[in-house]
């Protein structure tokens, strides 16, 4: 590994969208993952997978590979992602009372987390994504699960591929004046069409999602991003979204402010793991 390599290695920034004239109006995710390992993260294939073709085109998936953590993750042939048969049944209601703790279906069996340009995303069988459209997953439930499967979703496309103006323009809710500084942005090649394997090998699977509060028009939205282990105890970094449903369907609202949405967690107590 060489010197160049390690800091981009040991501190990787997580979300922060390549262009200092629209950061503030995106401002996606600011969490920092850190990282000590002295071993560079390898590719392993596990067995199981199925590659298969269809006539609207790519489906199925390649052989799965594990994660930067171990976890598995599987390669859809269709580099968007392939969505997944839904079960309604499956969805909470506000009656329920897990109806704001409870994990969706789906997403602790084979193919829940799907690598998509290079980033780890979740497709569930309760509540969405239930397709594709121009390569945009969309189709997400109107509950708070919904909510936290649009934010990883969107987040991390986003992450990967900043360059992607239909999905900053259909799925981020954004005014004409975040669109043009945006397309200014695009204009002076500031934003990268598809980000490294050096970055997005760090765009894993959170490990935890909370419904900070919920409302039929908007969800507030935490993810926990595993850190560092620190004195033999797990480390989280902590990210807060904003969800507003328009349309039929999630979109991520972009902060405002320079205030970081961004804490350290020790504990997932009170957290829903997915």
């Known amino acids: 590994m060489s010197e160049k390599e390690?800091?981009?290695?040991?501190?990787v920034s997580f979300g922060v969208i390549a262009s200092a004239a629209v950061?503030?109006?995106?401002l996606i995710v600011g969490a920092v993952v850190y990282f000590s390992r002295d071993d560079e993260p390898s590719t392993v294939k596990v067995e199981g997978g199925q590659v298969t073709t269809g006539d609207s085109g790519l489906t199925g998936f390649a052989s799965?590979?594990?994660d930067l953590f171990?976890?598995?993750v599987d390669i859809p042939n269709n580099p968007a992602g392939q969505p997944l048969p839904q079960d309604s049944s499956k969805q909470r209601t506000a009656s329920d009372q897990d109806w704001l703790t409870a994990a969706?279906?789906?997403?602790?069996?084979?193919?829940?987390?799907?690598r998509v340009y290079g980033a780890s995303v979740p497709f569930t069988t309760s509540d969405g994504p239930t397709r594709l459209e121009d390569g945009l997953a969309v189709g997400y439930s109107h509950t708070p699960q919904g909510a936290a499967v649009a934010a990883a979703q969107i987040t991390y496309r986003l992450n990967a591929r900043p360059a992607d103006r239909n999905l900053?323009?259909?799925?981020v809710r954004v005014s004409a004046?975040?669109?043009a500084a945006y397309d200014q942005a695009l204009a002076d090649d500031r934003l990268p069409k598809q980000q490294p394997e050096k970055v997005t090998r760090y765009l894993v699977a959170?490990?935890?999602?909370?419904?900070?509060?919920?409302?039929?028009?908007?969800?507030i939205v935490r993810l926990a991003v595993r850190g560092p282990v620190l004195a033999n105890q797990q480390q989280w970094s902590a990210v807060r979204l904003i969800m507003v449903w328009d349309a039929g369907d999630w979109r991520l609202k972009p902060a405002t402010s320079k205030t970081s949405q961004t804490e350290k967690v020790d504990s997932l107590a009170g957290w829903t793991k997915w």
């Open 70 to 72: 171990g976890r598995r």
């Open 206 to 219: 959170p490990d935890a999602f909370q419904i900070e509060n919920y409302a039929d028009d908007m969800a």
């Open 6 to 11: 390690s800091p981009e290695r040991d501190r």
């Open 104 to 114: 969706p279906a789906g997403l602790t069996d084979p193919q829940g987390w799907q």
């Open 177 to 179: 004046q975040q669109i």
């Open 168 to 171: 900053y323009v259909k799925q």
């Open 23 to 26: 950061v503030v109006l995106i």
């Open 64 to 66: 799965p590979e594990i």
